[in-house]
Structure formats: structure tokens, C-alpha cells
């Protein structure tokens, strides 16, 4: 079973700075407030398609993560590792065409995939979902639609739980013994119960985190507006001294 939850927004900034800030949410609490929870970035593979001009992009993040108590409570310290804070490390795979306004992204967590697996995958674009057909044509066409002030995008969480489900076969096959051994108490409770379960306590953070997520790019944004971006990428470089920007 695979759960998933969408939500739409539109940003008031042209397309090009919003991809930007979605690049730059992470470099630094200076810059936004938000990402003090991400420990590093790094940059796995970057490179532009000469055919397209598309940016594909590969970047992991680390992440602070603090499973939610309630699934703590559910599970046993065995699977969880307890409460308190823990790290996970979260893949992140971009394309960008800004020649027809459109970015999509996917990130996904690499540890406790065990216990659930979550994905985002988000849709940019410059133009409202019902004249985005019409932008894709007349942009392959070599004719550039306007430029909006806005940017619309498109977020689509997936969850999904595994847990238990290759023991819980396996229990099934085996004697009473082996089912005691652990996981074997997920064969009483029912392999697909907690795994609707552990979904749905999820999927119930979800709005809080987008709200976190989109006054981070928000706060990222009018950096952007009201100093310009050569401005802030130079203050981030002389603050931080990460070599974002050399004049």
C-alpha cells in the first residue's frame, strides 16, 4: 500500500528566482530560518543536457529527524533505535528547463527505509496548470510563452511501509519458535495494519511541514527581491565563506 498526499501552492516571484531559492533553501539558517534541521548539502553530480539545455542535478542532504512519538509508541526500540533525535540522509534529484518553464524534483530518505519510505516529488512551473500544455508547444515550437510573475507548483508526498512484510511471510512458512524471534510479533498484529498505520501518522505531519517549508522558500525569496541576487549570494560568500559566489 502506498499513501499519498498533494497539495498546490503558487509563489508571487517569477519562475528563474524560485528555482534559485529552491537550490539555495538549505545553504544557510542566515538565509533561511527553516533549515537549521539540515546538518549539510553536498552535490553529487551536476551537469547540462547540450541537446535540451536541461540542468539535471543529484544533491544528499543530512538531515535532524525525530520520528513522530507515535510511532515510537507503536514500535518497538529493536526497530525504531528509542526517541531523541536522529539523522537521516535524504537524496534529492532535480531537473530544470527553463527555456519551457517547468522544474521537477524527487527527494527521497535513505535510512529507516525499513520502517517507511517517504518521497516528494514536486512540479514547478511558470505557467497555471491549465495553460501548461499550451507553454510545453509553443516553447518546442521556438516561441518563448511570456514570463509570469508567479510560480505554481505541485507537491506529491508518498508513503510507504514495508515492515514486517518479508518476516511476516516468512513466520507464516515457519514454526511457532521462529515466529517469536523479531518481527514475529508483527505476524500477531497484522504485517498490513501497522504498515497503514505508520502511513497515516506520516502523512498527518505533512501540512505542518510544508508550511515550515514554504516560509523557508519564502523568506529565501524576498532575500532575493529586495537585495538582488549577486547581493545575496556575496553576503552568503563573505558570511559563510562556502565560495557560492566570487566576483
Known amino acids: 500500500m502506498v499513501l499519498t498526499h498533494t497539495t498546490n501552492h503558487t509563489y508571487t516571484h517569477p519562475f528563474p528566482t524560485v528555482t534559485l531559492a529552491f537550490f ?54 529493536s526497530v525504531t533505535g528509542g526517541a531523541g533525535e536522529k539523522s537521516t540522509y535524504v537524496l534529492e534529484n532535480s531537473v530544470v528547463d527553463i527555456r519551457e518553464g517547468w522544474m521537477k524534483t524527487e527527494s527521497r530518505n535513505l535510512n529507516f527505509t525499513g520502517v517507511l519510505s517517504v518521497t516528494e516529488s514536486q512540479h ?24 509570469s510573475s508567479n510560480t505554481w507548483v505541485s507537491t506529491t508526498f508518498s508513503y510507504r511501509s514495508t515492515l514486517g512484510s518479508r518476516k511476516a511471510d516468512k513466520a507464516a512458512a515457519a514454526n511457532e519458535e521462529n515466529a517469536r ?67
Open 24 to 77: 539555495l533553501r538549505y545553504y544557510s539558517p542566515q538565509l533561511n530560518p527553516f533549515s537549521a534541521h539540515v546538518l549539510s548539502t553536498d552535490t553529487i553530480e551536476s551537469h547540462v543536457d547540450p541537446e535540451t539545455g536541461r540542468l539535471y542535478t543529484t544533491r544528499i542532504h543530512l538531515k535532524k529527524s525525530r520520528m513522530p512519538s507515535a510511532i515510537i509508541k507503536l514500535l518497538p526500540t
Open 181 to 247: 524471534k523479531p518481527f514475529g510479533w508483527i505476524s500477531g498484529w497484522g504485517a498490513k495494519r501497522i504498515q497503514s498505520s505508520i502511513e497515516t501518522i506520516a502523512s498527518t505531519k505533512t501540512d505542518d511541514q510544508m508550511v515550515k517549508s514554504r516560509d523557508g522558500m519564502k523568506m529565501v525569496l524576498e532575500r532575493l527581491r529586495s537585495n538582488g541576487v549577486v547581493a545575496v549570494l556575496r553576503e552568503l560568500n563573505r558570511r559563510e565563506g562556502k565560495g557560492v559566489f566570487e566576483a
Open 124 to 147: 514547478y512551473s511558470a505557467n497555471p496548470p491549465e495553460q501548461a500544455d499550451l507553454a510545453s508547444a509553443l516553447s518546442a515550437a521556438a516561441a518563448r510563452p511570456p514570463m
